[in-house]
């Protein structure tokens, strides 16, 4: 999408009439979410480590369901704050995430593989509206794959039949490269940036629509919570969705863009340093890489503008089931969410 102001819910809703999706009713997967509470041997087996593991972080105060299931999400943000070494794999990750977000990309071109299955509690057709990547500073769009849906305004409309389990998969092939950013404001930012990284807790967390972000959660959340500071200093702010564009990392990643006046949209992704200080790194010193990269490390999917700035349905998608419905590819969206990142 370009890098113009962005509000898709309107445009599928005049589209579509009444398929605008209602924030109140919603589908909720239960225990058949992908992180859902599950068993103390399925905990061993996706983090890759013994049963005796677990049981020595359950004896240390790692939080456990009153059932004894235990909550991937709490275990995860247990070892993620000073644990870490007890977990090689998990440590890897973010220990490469941090890495990948702290260098410079080079101009390449990746194929983006994306899919979803969405199972529902009983058939129903369903409508969903899924954000395409398109042009933007240090992004083009290549090549576009997909067999089904109608192109809207920067999104792919997809019409299914009566069914429980739907699913689609699509693919674009896309050129980064570095570009730089410049803002006229720059301190301005990395002291927003500073005094909101050093007071949130990085989490994960399951959200839910119209939810208001706290000091503790995602890059969502501190997303948002950033925004709010942009408006309290007189500033305008687009919320951005996206994908880390990493092979083995690849997720759904959210950041801001910030008005600067002649300067542009300037991007400002406050995840880095928050990650950086709960890593136990030298966080302040990430806090400039943070600021004004458009550094082929994520790929842009959609944003949007407003008041808040948090209209997740204009830059994540939605889906309607029969008046129920899901954001795309959120932590709580019924079914399985996938992405896949290659060179092409």
């Known amino acids: 999408m370009m890098l113009a102001r962005t509000s898709a819910r309107p445009l599928a809703a005049e589209s579509h009439p009444g398929m605008a999706p209602d924030a109140t009713v919603f589908i909720d997967p239960g225990d058949e979410h992908a992180n859902a509470p599950c068993s103390l041997p399925q905990i061993a087996q996706r983090l890759a480590v013994t049963e005796v593991e677990v049981c020595g972080w359950l004896a240390d105060g790692c939080p456990q369901e009153s059932d004894g299931r235990l909550d991937p999400f709490q275990v995860c943000n247990w070892l993620s704050w000073g644990q870490l070494g007890r977990c090689p794999v998990l440590a890897r990750r973010w220990n490469s995430w941090l890495r990948w977000f702290t260098t410079t990309g080079k101009p390449c071109r990746v194929v983006v593989a994306r899919s979803q299955t969405c199972r529902l509690p009983e058939p129903r057709p369903l409508r969903w509206l899924v954000p395409e990547p398109g042009d933007a500073p240090g992004q ?106 990493h092979r083995g990392l690849a997720n759904l990643h959210f950041w801001v863009e910030a008005d600067d006046g002649p300067a542009g949209w300037i991007p400002l992704d406050p995840t880095i340093p928050a990650v950086a200080r709960m890593l136990g790194r030298d966080w302040r010193r990430t806090v400039s890489l943070a600021v004004g990269r458009h550094d082929a490390r994520r790929i842009r999917l959609a944003c949007s503008e407003g008041p808040i700035g948090d209209d997740l349905a204009g830059i994540t998608g939605w889906l309607d089931a029969g008046g129920a419905s899901a954001l795309y590819c959120t932590d709580w969206a019924t079914g399985e969410c996938s992405w896949s ?4």
């Open 341 to 344: 990142i290659a060179a092409a």
């Open 140 to 245: 083009q769009v290549v090549a576009r794959q997909w067999n089904e849906g109608e192109a809207l305004a920067g999104f792919r409309c997809l019409d299914r039949p009566t069914a429980r389990e739907h699913r689609w998969s699509a693919e674009d092939e896309l050129a980064l490269r570095p570009e730089a950013a410049e803002p006229r404001n720059r301190q301005e930012f990395e002291t927003l940036l500073t005094n909101l990284a050093g007071a949130f807790t990085y989490a994960y967390r399951r959200h839910r629509p119209g939810e208001v972000a706290g000091p503790i959660g995602t890059c969502l959340d501190i997303a948002r919570l950033l925004g709010v500071e942009l408006e309290r200093v007189g500033r305008r702010w687009r919320l951005v969705s996206g994908v880390v564009a």
